[in-house]
């Protein structure tokens, strides 16, 4: 069985910073591509970073440019995103997804997975002002 487990999660001031992970079983890991998306209250669930495991090409979204680093190591077959300098509108669910081959993509300034082949369950982030 496939399997992205996130965790990392929790309660941050503003001004801090979170390391999230994404353990992934069940995949030929260094052939996938591994997204973190996040869900706000009352909002679309958007796109945050990417990374492809293939070629290690990373993106992230306009907004946690310069802030949010998201990086893989394949022998533990874990993605992070390391979240810097949290402001309260990053308060969020975060999933991690992921897609078989070079599936990441930036539209209108958002990276994100074009083709979701797994998620996993949400791990939640909340920044406080």
């Known amino acids: 069985d496939v399997q992205l487990q996130a965790s990392g999660g929790g309660l941050v001031q503003a001004g801090g910073s979170l390391r999230l992970s994404c353990a992934v079983s069940g995949v030929t890991f260094d052939a996938y591509a591994i997204a973190w998306f996040r869900q706000a209250p009352g909002k679309e669930r958007e796109g945050v970073s990417c990374i492809s495991n293939s070629d290690g090409s990373t993106y992230h979204t306009d907004s946690v440019k310069g802030r949010f680093t998201i990086s893989s190591d394949n022998a533990k077959k874990t993605v992070y995103l390391q979240m810097n300098n949290l402001r309260p509108e990053d308060t969020a669910v975060y999933f991690c997804?992921?897609?078989?081959?070079?599936?990441?993509?930036?539209?209108?300034?958002?990276?994100?997975?074009?083709?979701?082949?797994?998620w996993g369950q949400g791990t939640l982030v909340t920044v406080s002002s």
């Open positions: 997804a992921a897609a078989r081959g070079r599936y990441c993509t930036v539209v209108g300034g958002t990276a994100r997975l074009s083709v979701i082949g797994y």
